[in-house]
T-cell receptor
Framework: GQQLNQSPQSMFIQEGEDVSMNCTSS?????WLWYKQDPGEGPVLLIA?????ELTSNGRLTAQFGITRKDSFLNISASIPSDVGIYFC??????????????FGAGTILRVKS | KAGVTQTPRYLIKTRGQQVTLSCSPI?????VSWYQQTPGQGLQFLFE???????NKGNFPGRFSGRQFSNSRSEMNVSTLELGDSALYLC????????????FGSGTQLSVL
């Protein structure tokens, strides 16, 4: 079945630094999404990407849909303490074989030192 | 517009018991999905309901079941609880059948002793 390999598993960075995380898969996805989960809450959608090669920004966040449709990355510029949380990538696939599937990565835990 | 509401927020049960969790989706959303979250395992898909019908199911044993009512509210049930069922159970709703943009509730934290 489809699996997403998300890295790194965790990061501990200095406030003001840029952050980069990525997701790879052996499967092709129609849509890539990035969610953030704050402590004690459910994940919230940050960015959705719909076309191979698409680069999308949301404030200090930038994400790209890989050309091969098998990977995506998320960058956070100038990190601040409220960026702490767990970041999940997700790939969405609609196919005759698998139906309608949304697969999540294992998450990247981000901690920021102020 | 109210978000996704999950009740209860916390639950403590003992092995062998059964539990029912409730989820009220965002008004107008017809798709409800359930996920299990454990540390290091990420979000594991349990099942998805759309218009009272289960459309997708993950790789969980038959002890995990769910249903959706005509008002789109959903419940999931876990019977014969095991220690390994301790987890955060998240419900998510989506506007339509192609449920990639999910809106999550805050979850029910289940502890099995």
């Amino acid at each position: 079945g489809q699996q997403l390999n998300q890295s790194p598993q965790s990061m501990f960075i200095q406030e003001g630094e840029d952050v980069s995380m990525n997701c790879t898969s052996s499967s092709i996805f129609n849509t890539w999404l990035w969610y953030k989960q704050d402590p004690g809450e459910g994940p919230v959608l940050l960015i959705a990407l719909y076309k191979a090669g698409e680069l999308t920004s949301n404030g200090r966040l930038t994400a790209q849909f890989g050309i091969t449709r098998k990977d995506s990355f998320l960058n956070i510029s100038a990190s601040i303490p409220s960026d702490v949380g767990i970041y999940f990538c997700a790939g969405h696939l609609i196919s005759m074989e698998y139906g309608n599937k949304l697969v999540f990565g294992a998450g990247t835990i981000l901690r920021v030192k102020s | 517009k109210a978000g996704v509401t999950q009740t209860p927020r916390y639950l403590i049960k003992t092995r062998g018991q059964q539990v029912t969790l409730s989820c009220s989706p965002i008004s107008g959303h017809r798709s409800v999905s359930w996920y299990q979250q454990t540390p290091g395992q990420g979000l594991q898909f349990l099942f998805e309901y759309f218009s009272e019908t289960q459309r997708n199911k993950g790789n969980f044993p038959g002890r995990f079941s769910g249903r959706q009512f005509s008002n789109s509210r959903s419940e999931m049930n876990v019977s014969t609880l095991e220690l390994g069922d301790s987890a955060l159970y998240l419900c998510a709703s989506s506007l339509d059948r192609v449920a990639e943009k999910l809106f999550f509730g805050s979850g029910t934290q289940l502890s099995v002793l």
